[in-house]
């Protein structure tokens, strides 16, 4: 398979795609005068403009993410709120207690504050500080979804957010999407990424202790985690796994897109 990635391509090894790639022995190219099956849409940036060669590309070609152009925080928030109808934002004006002051911009961080604040800034978002505890540590849903499809969920364990929001990892566990959602959850989770425009990405999802429910918070179109640093506290099999289970999925959903009467 040759895959046409513009305007940008993944230009480092922690990336997943750089995994699944070399798992499934596939190609990448950047030229668009080239040999290719299908086109993917690839810049790893919150906000994009839709890049005019791709678009003309889409005539012909499947394009992955092309529509995925605005994965900022207000964003997702606001297609969370579409499809779940409930909320995860607050005005840090009028709100009282402990809540998340997050950049609007992706993979940006945030940190653990006291509302009400008298001065906000327009790139930050606030958002309730859900708590998703178990035994003394934070369980994070980190979720994989590849064409329309979830072909596993990353259970993480974290250390609980005291000053900042990104904390410690502590383990990780793979499950299917059956062992973490329901059947209409995992429904609504698609419909949410329909809505992003993302075909290939992953989601970073808590379940609140409180209500029960889940809530999206982060969706990204870029995803990372095979890299040599081990920062996800992969073991050697559960690595393999993941990579397997992936590649297998993107390989069968760019089939079917290539060829949908099977």
């Known amino acids: ?74 964003r997702v928030e606001l297609e969370f709120h579409h499809v779940f109808r409930r909320s995860t934002f607050v005005n840090p004006a009028q709100y009282k207690g402990r809540a998340v002051e997050k950049f609007d911009e992706n993979a940006r961080g945030g940190r653990v504050v006291e509302l ?34 979830i072909p596993l969920v990353y259970r993480e364990r974290k250390a609980l957010p005291r000053e900042h929001i990104k904390t410690a990892k502590k383990s990780i566990e793979i499950l299917g999407w059956e062992e973490a959602f329901s059947r209409a959850e995992r429904s609504d989770i698609l419909t949410f990424c329909e809505r992003m425009g993302l075909d290939f990405g992953e989601l970073d999802i808590l379940r609140a202790n409180d209500d029960g429910e889940i809530y999206i918070l982060d969706a990204n179109k870029t995803p990372g985690g095979f890299g040599m640093f081990n920062k996800v506290k992969w073991r050697p099999e559960q690595r393999q796994q993941a990579i397997d289970s992936l590649a297998a999925a993107l390989d069968e959903g760019i089939r079917g897109r290539l060829d949908p009467t099977g």
């Open 1 to 74: 398979m040759n895959v046409l990635f513009l305007p940008d391509y993944p230009d480092k090894e922690f990336y997943t795609i750089v995994a699944l790639f070399m798992r499934l022995g596939w190609f990448a190219t950047q030229d668009p005068d080239a040999d290719f099956d299908v086109a993917w849409a690839w810049q790893d940036k919150t906000w994009m403009d839709q890049d005019e060669a791709l678009l003309r590309i889409s005539a012909s070609h499947p394009v992955l993410n092309l529509c995925c152009t605005d994965i900022s925080k207000r």
């Open 116 to 149: 009400p604040l008298e001065d906000v800034e327009d790139r930050f978002v606030y958002q309730q500080l859900i708590d998703s505890s178990e035994d003394g540590l934070m369980v994070e849903y980190r979720v994989p979804v590849i064409l329309g499809e």
